[in-house]
């Protein structure tokens, strides 16, 4: 089966939404389109998908693949994709997670979790970071406390917040859409070290192949 033409990214928020439109051009090939839409938080985003994936699974055609994308947060990471993937299955579509490796090409639905907020992308790629925001000090991600992006403790968009502010910049607290807008720009996912972004690319590389 030839891959994807077209690739639909349901999200919690509009931060996400931006970053996605900032990285999406510069890792999938010409020629495949993409539609971003953000809820209104994961919550909203939670209660509204059955309905809205049953919408899909009535037309979806043959050469699109949708994304499903939230935060962790404070669930249980394999209890909430299991959660998506049930209703993925209930609206009827076929999710990655339940085929077999040989039959990969032929999933309509993945679910991915940001473990535990989009911030720890960021994280990932520090020399992004500092491409875009300059003043932010070298080698952060040798530190104990930032080595694994997706175990940062205590907050990850709180930690990220605090080292920028003691940078100088988001002095009134982060902007979030416009801080995603400009990551999505630079963070490049050969050097990133988030696993939970390098499972998205790698499902985003599954699905255009």
């Not at 985003?45 to 809205?52: I, V």
């Not at 076929?94 to 991915?112: I, K, N, P, Y």
């Not at 390098?198 to 192949?209: E, G, I, P, Q, R």
């Amino acid at each position: 089966m030839p891959g994807a033409e077209h690739l639909v990214f349901l999200v919690e928020e509009p931060s996400m939404e931006s970053f996605l439109r900032g990285l999406l051009p510069r890792v999938i090939p010409r020629g495949v389109s993409f539609d971003a839409h953000p809820f209104g938080g994961k919550d909203d985003l939670m209660a509204k998908l059955e309905a809205r994936l049953r919408g899909y699974a009535s037309w979806l055609p043959a050469n699109w693949r949708i994304f499903v994308i939230v935060d962790r947060d404070d669930d249980d990471c394999r209890l909430l994709k299991a959660r998506m993937d049930r209703i993925a299955q209930g609206a009827g579509l076929r999710t990655g997670s339940r085929l077999r490796a040989s039959d990969r090409v032929e999933w309509q639905l993945v679910s991915r979790i940001a473990i535990e907020e989009l911030e720890a992308w960021y994280f990932g790629d520090w020399d992004a970071v500092r491409a875009a925001y300059p003043r932010v000090p070298k080698g952060i991600q040798r530190k104990h406390a930032y080595r694994d992006p997706d175990a940062i403790s205590g907050g990850t968009w709180q930690a990220f917040e605090r080292v920028m502010q003691r940078s100088g910049y988001f002095s009134a607290g982060l902007r979030k859409i416009e801080l995603a807008s400009e990551m999505g720009l630079r963070i490049d996912p050969s050097r990133n070290r988030s696993a939970s972004f390098a499972a998205l690319h790698s499902v985003l590389a599954d699905a255009v192949a």
